[in-house]
Every structure is written in structure tokens, then in C-alpha cells.
């Protein structure tokens, strides 16, 4: 039996997550939820209803997972925990401040709706989460670095476009490369926020808005850039077409540590994504967890989970007979 999807929000995350489960022959379509109209909202799916978020309860017997496709800014927080009453979800909450007020938010609503929540899967957190935590294990003595970019944030974008009098948005992180090429040489650098990255915001103005506050405003706007060296661009809704949109990313993590009697032979550790379209790929990951949350479903597990708490084999469409003859 085919694992039945349900997708919430069809934005650029949302379509990723359309064309991932059509790449899983173990899975289905089965709805897209919207705040639009549903009429006005055309997806290629042919066996997949579009319906209102005003129907999703209807739907809890249904689905055998939610994926949440909602920004961190504001829908994921009240968004995730509402589902995890009814509906085994995921989601991939990305304000990495505030994952631990989350997971305890929806871990409480699945434990009360005895269902399954996977939280903050994508390639960071996510991915990268699982590198940091295994360099960290394997090389006790050592320090952790993580570089994003250079490209499209879409936490970061989404948060730009709300604030008001911006029309549209794009937010590139980009690598210090002094400070990365410093760590892939052994150096060891203290290295603060602003020292490994900078952030570039690409504007489209609302008519009439005052680009100064705007300016201000994202410039100071916590967890996001007050922490940053950040440029504010304003350009036209032509330049943004044309040259911004796109949504590639990346990036690296590495951890630098010593072994031996004398901590003499030293390591460096270094994982490493290059991506054409960061929400097809972060799709790609949020689908792969909807399969771990199945199972995980269906051996009686409940409560709030991330990719800490997930065996690996969980995720993949192949049996362990076959992982352990094929991949190990």
C-alpha cells in the first residue's frame, strides 16, 4: 500500500514536495492544502485533490502524513503543533534559535494526538545537523564550523517579504572565504557570526514604502540579521525576474580535531552540498523523513522527533536486507 501524502501550503517548497513523492514509487498524492481558493491553485498531480485549510481536520483518517510547507517565520510555529493533534507531520522549522521551544510545542500536541512529528528535517537543520553530531562523536577533541552559501535562504527570504512594505525578496548567504580557507588549513580560527558569513537582500519595494525603514528594519530584525554584516539592495520587479530567480544554496561542514598519545595527527572532517534548487532538494529530505514517520507510526511511536532520533534506514524505500547486500 502506497504511503498517502498530504502537502500544506504549495509554495516553492510545496510544489518540491509534489514532484519528490511522484519520484517515490512507495508513495501517493493525495491532497494539497491552501488559504487560496482552491480553484485559483492548479497543481500536475492528476490523482490529488486541492482543497481549503478550512477542510484539513476532515482529512485526519485519510493521510498517513502532513508535510508542513509553511515558513518558520510564523506559520510553522502555530502551524506544526495545531497538525500533530490529528495527523502525523514534518516539517522543516529552520529558526535553529528556537528549535528546542518548538520541539517542546509539538511534542506535547503529538503525544496528546498519539502521533508522529518530525521536526527541522532539511539539509540544516537537518543533514548537517547528522554530520555536525557524528564529526562531533568521532573526533571528541576538535572544533565545529559550518558555512552556508553562497545562495538563496529561504527562511531568510520569507522573513524579508513579510516585513511590511516589501513586495518581494530574495536573501543571499554568503561564506567569508578567508575564514573557510583558514579552517580547511588546520588553523583553528575563533571565528564569530560575522566573521563566517555575510547576507545580501535583494528588494522589491511595495509603492510608496519608505526604503529606509525597510532597510532598518531587516537590518536589525533578530535571529536572522542583526548578528550579520547584511546589504540591502532595492531593485525592480523586472531585475528580480530576471536575475533572482533562481534558488540555488549549499555549503560546508567541517570539524578540525587531533588523535594520538600526543594529540599529534590531526583530522578535518568536510561535508559538502552544492544545490541547483534549495526547496526541491529541502522537499526531497522532508519526503524521505514522511517515510520514517510512517514507520515509525506504525510501530507505535508518538511524540516530537528530529533527525537525532531517526535510524537512517528508516528513510529509505529499501528493506534492511537490501541496504545491508547493496550500501553497507
Known sequence: MS???GILGYGNLGRGVECAVAQNPDMELKAVFTRRKPEDLKIWSKTAEVLNISELQNWKDKLDVLILCGGSATDLPA?????AQYFNVVDSFDTHARIPEHFA??????KKGGKVAVISVG???????????????????GKDYTFWGRGVSQGH????????????ARQYTVPVESALEMVRAGKNPELST???????????????ADAARVEEEIKGMPNYFSDYDTTVHFISEEEMKREHSALPHGGFVLRSGVTGKEKENHHLIEYTLKLDSNPEFTSSVLVAYARA????AKEGMAGCKTAFDIAPAYLSAKSGEELRASML
Not at 105 to 110: R, S
Not at 157 to 168: L, Y
Not at 201 to 207: D, R
Not at 293 to 296: E, I, K
Open 123 to 141: 539539509w540544516d537543520p537537518g543533514l548537517f545537523s547528522l554530520n555536525r553530531l557524528y564529526a562531533n562523536a568521532i573526533l571528541p577533541e
Open 293 to 296: 514517520a510512517y514507520r515509525m
Open 194 to 208: 560575522r566573521e563566517k558569513h555575510t547576507r545580501e537582500c535583494y528588494v522589491v519595494l511595495e509603492e510608496g
Open 79 to 83: 502551524q506544526t503543533p495545531e497538525c
Open 105 to 110: 510545542a509539538v511534542d506535547e500536541a503529538a
Open 157 to 168: 527570504s520569507d522573513a524579508v517579504r513579510r516585513v511590511a512594505g516589501v513586495k518581494d
Open 3 to 5: 504511503i498517502r501524502i
